[in-house]
């Protein structure tokens, strides 16, 4: 399965590191979130290398619906409650930042770069949205209440902002990755502190045995892979969710399809959108996602979407399915900052929340500088835990850990689960994935299954 991303495009080549070096900052992941940080870090004339395990934009962004905006969900009340006015505010102002630098840059990048409307839409919960604009409104944004919705869903009402975006992910990072210090098929299989800096230990596509020595280490592989620091396997859980590309048969199909303008996104799975459809365009396709749930559970999948695709759009036809994968954070804001309370150089970017786009832009620009930083400590990977999240969390390790079944992850040992959907093995304690023969898919696991299937 292959995201419409993919379609006719070529992603440029780097090479695999092959000798030892001394870097400034060691950026290991060569997703968004990694190629906007060298990028920034290339345009202040820092020493840097960024270390991609196989190839550049491959895993999570080709993956994304490539929504860009600072409204993710209905969200802002609840960051209210959480986090009180201040720090609210300053989530809101890091990320309109990140959209405007977006922009600025799609000045100069062709990749299909579109300001629309945001639309968080309710099937019944009005005061929810009324809620919603409520908040928003009290840390500074615009927004403003609407029934005019054009999705094929009876939705009563949506919060709407204007001045946000959306845009061809795989055509960004080929054009902002030219020219950075990228090595591709080049595996960093752990960090260690030495007396002064990093030493980062890599595997080369020839199976050789790199060291590279950084004064910093900046984290940004989708789920941090270091256990002994941080406790991200406990602050974090991966959910997935499913994507169908949808073309226009005829020309009713095509009129259907071109009604909706903006971009839109479900309250929650509410009764009559138990799928929590979202919808967006990108030339003539329209892209219909929903369905999902926690990694390695019983969830909805593409079967259910795909009767959705044919009730809402029956003069439509599918063109592409694929799948994502999101690290959810206890609080839904994202880790950014220093790895652990020791503050000594290592550092992360994880925890998006399915909005990875707004989030790398966010992560990279606090990491590098870019942000103010008293609007980044809003990320601080340090804050607490106390969150209901946690004790979910910590269920559903403990009871996959004592099942007595194989076969077994080899991140910390948890039950796999058979995704009958995707054909693949899924661990449900922290979202690590295994194709049918046992070869790794996703981390945080770092190795393949050690039986094969």
């Known amino acids: 399965m292959e995201s419409i991303w993919t379609k006719d495009i070529k992603m440029p080549e780097f090479p695999t590191a092959e000798h030892d070096m001394k870097v400034d900052v060691l950026v290991v992941g060569g997703g968004m979130c990694g190629l906007l940080i060298g990028h920034f870090l290339n345009e202040q004339g820092a020493n840097y290398a960024v270390m991609e395990k196989d190839t550049i934009a491959g895993g999570v962004t080709k993956n994304t619906t490539a929504k860009i905006t600072a409204f993710h969900g209905l969200s802002y009340r609840k960051r209210l409650a959480r986090f009180g006015r201040e720090k609210t505010a300053a989530y809101l102002s890091a990320n309109e930042k990140a959209i ?3 922009r600025r840059l799609a000045e100069r990048i062709s990749c299909d770069f579109e300001e629309k409307a945001n639309y968080v839409y309710t099937m019944n919960d009005v005061g929810a949205v009324l809620s919603e604009i409520e908040a928003i409104t009290e840390v500074g944004g615009k927004v403003s209440y609407t029934e005019h919705v054009d999705i094929p869903l009876p939705a009563a009402c949506a919060v709407k902002v204007k001045g946000q975006a959306q845009f061809h992910p795989l055509k960004f990072a080929s054009e902002i990755a030219k020219g950075q210090a990228i090595y591709e098929h080049s595996f960093v299989s752990d960090v260690k502190k030495q007396r002064f800096g990093w030493q980062a230990f890599v595997i080369n596509g020839w199976g050789r045995d790199i060291r590279i020595h950084a004064d910093k280490v900046i984290i940004a592989t989708h789920f941090p892979f270091i256990d002994r620091r ?4 406990m602050k974090m859980y991966q959910s997935r969710s499913y994507v169908l590309a949808l073309s226009a048969q005829n020309d009713e199909g095509k009129a259907e399809m071109q009604q909706v303008c903006g971009m839109y996104i479900g309250n929650g799975g509410e009764k009559g959108n138990p799928l929590d459809l979202s919808f967006r365009t990108y030339d003539d396709y329209l892209l219909l996602g929903g369905g999902g749930g926690r990694t390695g559970t019983s969830h909805a999948a593409f079967e ?3 009767q959705q695709a044919k009730r809402l ?8 399915a694929w799948a994502a994968q999101d690290c959810m954070t206890l609080d839904e804001v994202p880790y950014v900052g220093s790895y652990s309370r020791k503050k000594d150089g290592l550092l992360v970017a994880t925890g998006f929340n399915k909005w990875g786009m707004t989030g790398a832009m966010t992560a990279a620009m606090a990491l590098t500088g870019e942000l103010d930083r008293e609007i980044g400590r809003v990320f601080s990977p340090q804050r607490t835990i106390l969150r209901p999240q946690l004790l979910v969390n910590g269920f559903e390790t403990t009871k996959n850990f004592m099942r007595p079944t194989a076969p077994r992850c080899t991140h910390l040992g948890c039950a796999l689960k058979w995704n009958a959907a ?3 093995w899924d661990c449900p304690c922290h979202g690590s994935r295994f194709a049918g023969d046992g070869k790794l898919i ?3 696991a770092q190795m393949d299954m050690k039986k094969r299937i």
């Open 422 to 424: 995707e054909k693949t």
């Open 304 to 306: 259910q979407l795909r």
């Open 313 to 320: 759009y029956p003069g439509s036809r599918e063109v592409a």
């Open 100 to 102: 405007e630098m977006y």
């Open 230 to 233: 941080g406790m991200y396997f």
């Open 442 to 444: 996703d981390n945080p």
